[in-house]
């Protein structure tokens, strides 16, 4: 309705919320609102009453491109340090990858040969790793891998790249969290972190794969090894049923068929439901 307050309907669904009153707030709302929407998931919205519509704006001036878009962050040496520190010391290290870890694919994956540490998925980040490589565990999380809930639950150190998805009732007390992403609000924004490493996940992967040498966990190994080997193996009983199942089709024999024929970069759009986590 027209006589509704809109700046109480939209509190709750977006990152800026405000309705102009006087023409001249524009040269100060517009540009808070930008930078709280490229800040922070979600939208930005600024009410423009019919009233002011009209109006000019007396000495307003554009501007050039902000440089919180082209500056990029970095993380401070003395954090980079305590990064490095607790992944040379971790016993039990993991690396769970975002959406934000996509671009940054062969960074991560190189990174967990460094550390010899498995590799988790967030539900958003499925698919910033490939499936086959042989330290990948699997998607955390109630629709996740029960090798991914095994390896993360007995983790000492979680490097957290490009994500502010996190699932708390798989995360095990005491766990240390080193978390990287480009915004630094997101920083800590979701779980409490022990260092935070701003700046794109190529950049700061890189400077800590510079920072250390290759490490070897045999014990740890072990462990995360055989958890994906068994989830592999509960895979490979699901297609062994699938092949006696009788009347219509299985997901099991779905997943496996279009796997062997999909381009691996494929990218697959799905509808809600259970099936969104079969892929």
């Known amino acids: 309705p027209q006589d509704a307050n809109l700046d109480l309907v939209y509190t709750?669904?977006?990152?800026?919320?405000?309705?102009?009153?006087?023409?001249?707030?524009?040269?100060?709302?517009?540009?808070a609102a930008l930078r709280a929407a490229h800040e922070r998931p979600g939208p930005a919205r600024v009410g423009l009453p019919v009233d002011l519509q009209r109006e000019e704006v007396a000495g307003a001036k554009t501007t050039g491109k902000p440089d919180y878009l082209t500056r990029q962050p970095a993380p401070d040496a003395r954090d980079l340090d305590a990064a490095l520190h607790l992944l040379r010391t971790a016993a039990r290290p993991v690396i769970l990858a975002g959406?934000?870890?996509?671009?940054?694919?062969?960074?991560?994956?190189?990174?967990?040969?460094q550390l010899d540490a498995p590799v988790l998925c967030t539900l958003p980040g499925l698919g910033a790793v490939p499936g086959e490589h042989a330290h990948y565990c699997g998607v955390i999380g109630e629709a996740g891998t029960q090798a991914a809930a095994d390896v993360l639950g007995a983790?000492?150190?979680?490097?957290?790249?490009?994500?502010?998805?996190?699932?708390p009732a798989f995360v095990p007390r005491g766990l240390k969290v080193i978390q990287v992403d480009s915004r630094r609000a997101h920083l800590g924004?979701?779980?409490?972190?022990?260092?935070?490493?701003?700046?794109?996940?190529?950049?700061?992967?890189?400077?800590?794969?510079?920072?250390?040498?290759?490490?070897?966990?045999?014990?740890?190994?072990?462990f995360w090894v055989r958890a994906r080997a068994g989830w592999h193996e509960e895979l490979r009983r699901a297609?062994?049923?699938?092949?006696?199942?009788?009347?219509?089709?299985h997901p099991a024999a779905l997943m496996t068929t279009l796997a062997g024929v999909l381009d691996p970069e494929a990218v697959i759009c799905v509808d809600t439901g259970q099936h969104t986590y079969w892929f």
């Open 99 to 113: 959406r934000g870890a996509r671009p940054a694919r062969q960074a991560v994956l190189a990174l967990a040969e």
């Open 155 to 167: 983790a000492d150190v979680a490097l957290v790249v490009g994500s502010t998805w996190w699932q």
């Open 239 to 249: 297609d062994a049923a699938a092949e006696g199942h009788g009347e219509g089709v």
């Open 12 to 31: 709750d669904a977006t990152v800026f919320n405000h309705t102009l009153t006087a023409a001249p707030q524009v040269t100060r709302i517009l540009p």
């Open 189 to 222: 924004m979701t779980f409490p972190v022990e260092v935070a490493l701003p700046g794109t996940a190529e950049a700061v992967l890189g400077a800590l794969r510079d920072g250390l040498r290759a490490q070897e966990r045999p014990g740890w190994r072990a």
